[in-house]
């Protein structure tokens, strides 16, 4: 059986900017978003991609462009392996959610991967049709129940506690937050928990405190729900290679 410790996939990091390239994986995720823009490009297989609820088919040659906050699965199809690249960039640039299949713009993204240098991200960034920025509008319980969370990784107040506070049935909080954020507050409570550790991973704190840090209970949980989100362990996107990396040429 596959897991994500057997994938070949890398991370590389350069300022503002960051690279996952994932081959020949069978490996899915939940649902979740980026505080980045995010923009993917199939190179083998096809993937079945959930973004804000829309559906799409994504082909080799395929790019798909997923503004900051929008949630997205993007797994295998019919569970037959696939090859991608994510990009992960610090930008507030107004690029819609949209599929892009042009050659001349794919050449531009592989491009970026090859050299990860600023001249090559701002040629494809300004190759993308531009759009309005896609607002998404919450209601206030929404809101609010979003930033007590991000600011309460460790703690969080329970969802009857918030719900009294606002006079609603608990069940009536969970679907409103679903229908304006397309996650559950539990799942939105994992996800954030999970891109705070990113975070330190990036900066270079140790896996072992990173799980306490960011609110999980022990390591185990720690694991199984990081990799739930990210189709990879912490160790493996710490260091920024898969365990069996040295199986294949670099």
Known sequence: MTTPRDINQTFTRQSGLELRSTRQSRQAYK?????????????????????????????????????AHVPHSCNPHNGHPRSYHMLYIETTLPLARQVIRSEAIFRLYLNVVDTMTPSSLNALLAAFPHREQEEDILRPTSQQLQQTILSNLLTPPTLDEFARRFSLRKETLIRTFRQDTGLTPGSFLNMSRVEYAKARLRAGDDIADVGYQSGFADQSHFHKTFVRYTAATPRQYATGRSISDNKYPS
């Open 31 to 67: 649902c979740h978003s980026h505080a980045q823009l995010s923009i993917g490009a199939i190179v083998e297989g096809k993937t079945h991609c959930v973004c804000n609820g829309q559906e799409y088919l994504l082909s080799p040659g395929d790019i798909i462009v997923i503004p």
